[in-house]
């Protein structure tokens, strides 16, 4: 068979795709006017999980599951804008990992509005100038985002879900050669992650040939308009400002992940079998010694896994107390978790379950 043959067979099967794609989304279009006379929501985490858990059980072909997820990830998110377009703020600027975690789960299709810090995501959502807000919670090296904790803390907002990414630094430039190069641009904490890279390449170069900016896309779009410039960036950021990656994946851990929160307002997620709750508990100082060890006991006697537990200053009076943001396995409703819950309903604020990435 000739390359031509296997270009038309190519063809023959995209055009398969689209009118199998657009057949689907007639069927979208449907779903989306029930959705509209009976107020459902739109977006469904634990509904998405179940259709790439069924393709990926089902699949007898090339495509793994990470490829799967991203084909139709992207589906499913053209197909929520059919639905009903929808705004998603989130931490910028443009090109930043919070956008492309953001466009990991809504798509090219949607309204985006990258906000300057993180209080005006969370304001955007509640005051509802966006429907979803996306924000980071931690990163595996550097630790909890503080502020992110503490605005879940001062608001009413819900968790919808969590969505985990790589961390992949690229060297982007428009210069012919290294030698060309007099600047290079980044973020402080990229330069401190790609240490191995730089000392490789550019090791003996002095301080002011590495230039710190606020972020990794300020330093793309600065390395845009110089050909004698380089930055240290995202992905993203590269292909937004058309830089040419000339090396992908330089930071010093392939095992660099932050994870993100998607939140919104009066959002509760139905049971996926596959779910994570956190909370934020406020207890008692009666001034016995064990109250957090007694409160703890109680998730193993109900048989509750405890993922994660970080504790926070009371910022009021002039005391050193703590309330804490914690994270265990299971549904809110779950028996077990509910009689954690109504015992200590005065004390326990619910801040969502979503489906479990980690």
Not at 19 to 31: G, S
Not at 90 to 99: A, N, Q, R, V
Not at 204 to 230: C, I, P, Q, R, Y
Request: hydrophobic fraction near 40%.
């Amino acid at each position: 068979m000739t390359l031509e043959e296997l270009r038309q067979q190519i063809d023959s099967l995209d055009d398969q795709l689209l009118e199998t794609l657009n057949k689907r989304m007639e069927v979208v279009k449907q779903v989306g006017e029930f959705k509209k006379t009976t107020q459902t929501v739109i977006y469904r985490p634990e509904r998405e999980k179940q259709i790439i858990d069924r393709l990926s059980a089902n699949n007898e072909g090339l495509l793994n599951r990470a490829a799967i997820e991203a084909i139709f990830l992207e589906i499913f998110a053209v197909s929520r804008n059919l639905e009903l377009p929808e705004r998603i703020a989130y931490l910028g600027p443009e090109g930043s990992f919070t956008h492309q975690a953001a466009e990991s789960r809504f798509g090219a299709m949607s309204d985006y509005l990258a906000l300057p810090n993180i209080r005006s995501v969370f304001e955007s959502v509640d005051t509802r100038r966006a429907r979803f807000g996306i924000v980071p919670i931690e990163n595996n090296l550097e630790g909890i985002v503080k502020e992110t904790i503490d605005l879940l803390n001062e608001t009413d907002l819900k968790i919808v879900a969590e969505i985990v990414i790589p961390v992949h630094f690229t060297f982007a430039t428009k210069a012919d050669k290294l030698s060309d190069i007099k600047t290079i641009y980044s973020k402080d904490i990229a330069f401190g992650q790609c240490e191995k890279f730089i000392d490789e390449y550019f090791g003996g170069k002095s301080e002011d040939f590495f230039t710190e900016v606020d972020s990794t896309s300020k330093a793309a779009k600065l390395a845009s308009a110089d050909a004698s410039t380089a930055a240290i960036c995202s992905h993203i950021a590269a292909k937004l400002f058309d830089v040419p990656i000339l090396f992908d994946n330089i930071q010093d851990s392939s095992q660099n992940r932050t994870r993100f929160f998607i939140i919104a307002k009066d959002f509760v997620n139905q049971r996926s079998g596959n779910d994570k709750t956190t909370i934020i508990a406020k207890l008692p100082d009666d001034g016995k010694p064990g109250t957090l060890v007694r409160f703890l006991q109680e998730f193993e006697s109900q048989n509750i896994n405890l993922i994660k537990i970080e504790s926070r200053p009371v910022k009021e009076g002039d005391s050193f107390n703590f309330w804490f943001l914690m994270e265990f396995e299971g549904y809110f409703l779950d028996e077990n978790i509910q009689v954690v819950m109504e015992k200590h309903k005065s004390e326990v604020k619910w801040l969502g379950s979503y489906v479990k990435m980690l």
